[in-house]
Structure formats: C-alpha cells, structure tokens
C-alpha cells in the first residue's frame, strides 16, 4: 500500500474549501498557481499533492472548478453524509454538539452518550443521552461511522474501547491522550493545547521555517 503524507491530505482539504468558494462566486477555471497563492503554498506542492491522485486538468489550460472540487470531494469520502455519535456530553460536547453548521459538511450528529446518570436520559439537541453500553446496538442500527471523544483524559482510552467494541473505524480524539486501536481504526487527534504549544516554538525561533512537506 502506498504512502500519503498528512500534510497533504490536511492540503487537500484547504484547496477544496477555496475550490467550493471559487464556485459559490460563479469562477469555472482556476490554476495550480492561483491555487498555491490562495493555499500559501508553491504551485509544485499543489501539482504534487494532486499528482497522489492521478493527472488533474491539462498542462497550460489549468483546472476546471466544479470538476476538480468534484474530484478532491471524492478523493477526501464526501460524497455520502457520514453518521456521528459523540462520547462525553459535559462542556466540550455540549459545545461541539450545538455547532448549528455540522451538517452543511456532510457529518451528521446521531446520537450522545455519557456515563453520568445525572445526563443519561436528558434530552439535548433533540437526541436522549444514552449510555455508552447502548453503543453496539446504536451503531448497527443508526449506521454509524464516527465516534467523537470528549471525555476526561483518564477515560479516553475507555470511551475508544466502547466505539472500537461498537464497530466504529474512524475516532476524532479531543481528549489530550494517546489512544490504542486496532490497526484497521483511525484516530485523527484535536489538541489546541497541542498547536498553542508548536504556536510558542515557532515564535520563539522565528528563524524556523515550518516544514511544509
Ligand atoms: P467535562 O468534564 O465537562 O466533560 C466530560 C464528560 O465526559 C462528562 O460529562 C463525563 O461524565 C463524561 N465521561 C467520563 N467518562 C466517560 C466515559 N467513559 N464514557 C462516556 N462519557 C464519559 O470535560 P470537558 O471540559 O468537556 O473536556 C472534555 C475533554 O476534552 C477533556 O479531555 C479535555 O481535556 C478535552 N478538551 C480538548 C480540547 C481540544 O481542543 N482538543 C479543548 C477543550 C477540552
């Protein structure tokens, strides 16, 4: 199997959300250097990113829009919604849970679930918290594809556990743990304190450049 760095797959996901800008304003062609400008990256790494993927657009001529965001929509999973379940309803799951947009990028909260008899059975968001030993069945029956952490860091590793049991392949981890899962699991981990403290190396030698590659 081959290999694809992070970085581009995290590129991918910036040149898509110009793409769809260029053709919410109406732009039917756009270039790898017009691209790279708008993505502050050089017009070879675009080239190089896309080259993962197959031959994009002709030499000379650029890209057309709708169908290189098509494409980069494909590459990324987006052409089906993805189901949601998140796994910690205390303040950064309520939070995450009340984000009014969710959907409008095709990941489609199911479903709550928390260990605290106090909020297993309170209704939130239209959806009854349940408890997480409800997840196997919840997942089959509901078609779920993601599970969201947002539990204390002691119990990250539990809470995967319980969506790993349930069948789920994909974990976005907030808690500020790294977690075990079998290799067919993907755990893609959110940490600001992580990025406030790359934010602090970077200014302190502010001769580094971040590599980008
Ligand atoms: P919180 O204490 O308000 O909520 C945690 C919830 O998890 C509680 O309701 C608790 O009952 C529940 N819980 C505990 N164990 C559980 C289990 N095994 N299964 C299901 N639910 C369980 O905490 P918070 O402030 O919402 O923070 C949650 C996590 O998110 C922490 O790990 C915190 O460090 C992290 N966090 C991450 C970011 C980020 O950017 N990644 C930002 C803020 C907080």
């Given at each position: 199997m081959s290999t694809i760095p992070t970085a581009t797959i995290s590129r991918l996901v910036t040149y898509l959300r110009i793409l769809s800008r260029l053709?919410?304003?109406?732009?039917?062609?756009?270039?790898?250097?017009?691209?790279?400008?708008?993505?502050?990256?050089?017009?070879?790494?675009?080239?190089?990113?896309?080259?993962?993927?197959?031959?994009?657009?002709t030499r000379g001529a650029g890209y057309a829009v709708p169908t290189l965001r098509r494409e980069l929509r494909r590459i990324l999973g987006l052409t089906r919604p993805w189901n949601v379940v998140i796994i910690g309803m205390g303040r950064l799951g309520q939070a995450i849970s009340d984000y009014p947009n969710f959907d409008q990028y095709d990941f489609i909260p199911k479903g709550f679930f928390d260990t605290d008899p106090a909020l297993v059975g309170q209704v939130f968001g239209g959806f009854e918290i349940l408890h997480p030993d409800e997840l196997p069945r919840f997942v089959r029956e509901k078609g779920i594809d993601i599970g969201f952490i947002t539990v204390p860091q002691a119990a990250a590793q539990e809470a995967a556990d319980a969506l790993v049991r349930a069948g789920i392949k994909g974990i976005l981890n907030f808690?500020?743990?790294?977690?075990?899962?079998?290799?067919?699991v993907h755990v893609e981990p959110v940490d600001f304190l992580a990025g406030l403290k790359r934010l602090s190396f970077y200014i302190q030698n502010p001769q580094l450049k971040e590599e980008l590659a």
């Open positions: 053709e919410a304003q109406g732009i039917k062609k756009t270039s790898s250097d017009h691209l790279a400008e708008e993505a502050q990256v050089s017009a070879f790494q675009v080239r190089k990113d896309l080259a993962y993927f197959g031959r994009f657009g808690a500020p743990a790294v977690i075990n899962v079998p290799a067919d």
